[in-house]
């Protein structure tokens, strides 16, 4: 899949700006605060209907405008056309989105049309951040290939709240421990389904995470990963009724803290470099390798399940690489990614020859130049 071009109207730093795109490698380039990433999360808007910087929908308005939109066309499996709309309004605080022309009933009925693994210097904080960060990178990538996953998700999202809702009312004496059952029981089967689809995500992941590692770090580490959930023991994932049970034994626990202790809310994903923890022991070039890697598998992931490869975006990480890695990236991109990669006019590009096959778009202040 790829996308033809993108139409930015009050968005970010881009008062009115169409761009267009190549299939294939598209370098953004410009100093630093003209707009580059903003083109980037444009793309990244219009596949998962949100910001990869986390930022609020308001935050991507135009300052002193009331409401962004952004359209893109684009080329999906089958040489099939769609044009992709999203926009928002600050004074709703309403977000929309169309396909084609037709109104979608639920956001979540957009993600997943246009796919995008998206690589940006906050990624690498993957490895030592959070596991909230770890979490958010196996959901967003989730929710792109399986719509299934993206709708238990949110259910198990609404059941967890409300089940902590009542866990505190229950420690304020203002219900019985009794009422709470009918949340855990909703809340263990929502919780299987979750931790099932990543622990078999990461499994298929980790295969082609493994080789690819090895071929940038010429097989001195044996990288994996590993889903390390709390539902999961001695890789035999608990049945719904299991789930029940170990939630009712920690009942008790549970009122007095006011939260759910088990569960993919508190489950992570592991790097592991030679069978040891790459948080603990990962350099930062070993680091670098490890998300690269991670990028390039879920690419390929994706690819698996979908019969289509996703659009690449690369903010910023590529000046980052050594040489050997740009290469190497480009190598596994070949032609069969769009790929849209931002830097700063003074990088050095690694490529010469084949410069119709790389589009260069200068970016200043919001605008093509
Ligand atoms: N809502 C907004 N309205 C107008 N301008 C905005 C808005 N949000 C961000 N900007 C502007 O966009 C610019 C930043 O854009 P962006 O992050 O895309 O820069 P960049 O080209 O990627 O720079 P760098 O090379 O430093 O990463 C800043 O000048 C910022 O003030
Ligand atoms: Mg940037």
Redesign the pocket.
Known sequence: MWVESVRLRNF??YFAEDVSFSPHINLIV?S???????LLESLFLLATTKSYRQAHEK?????DRDNFYVSGEAVLQGNIKHTLEISYSQKQNKKQAKVSGVPVVRLADFIGILNVVCFSPDDLNIIKGAPGLRRRFLDILLSQIDRVYLSVLQQYGRVLRQRNECLKAVQRGRMRPTEIWPWTEQLATLACQVTERRFKAVNELTTSYAAISKGINQGKENLSLKYMSSLVKNSHLYTPIEVTESLQRRQTEEVARGITTIGPHRDDLFFLINGLSAADYASQGQQRTAVLSLKLAELEYMYKVTGDYPILLLD?VFSELDQKRRQLLLATLSDRVQALI?G?ETLEWPWSGDREYCNIIN?RQGKVI
Do not use: H, L, Q, Y
């Open positions: 970010r730093n410009g630093n605060g003209e707009g580059k990433s903003n935050d991507m308005v135009f300052i910023d931002t700063t970016i």
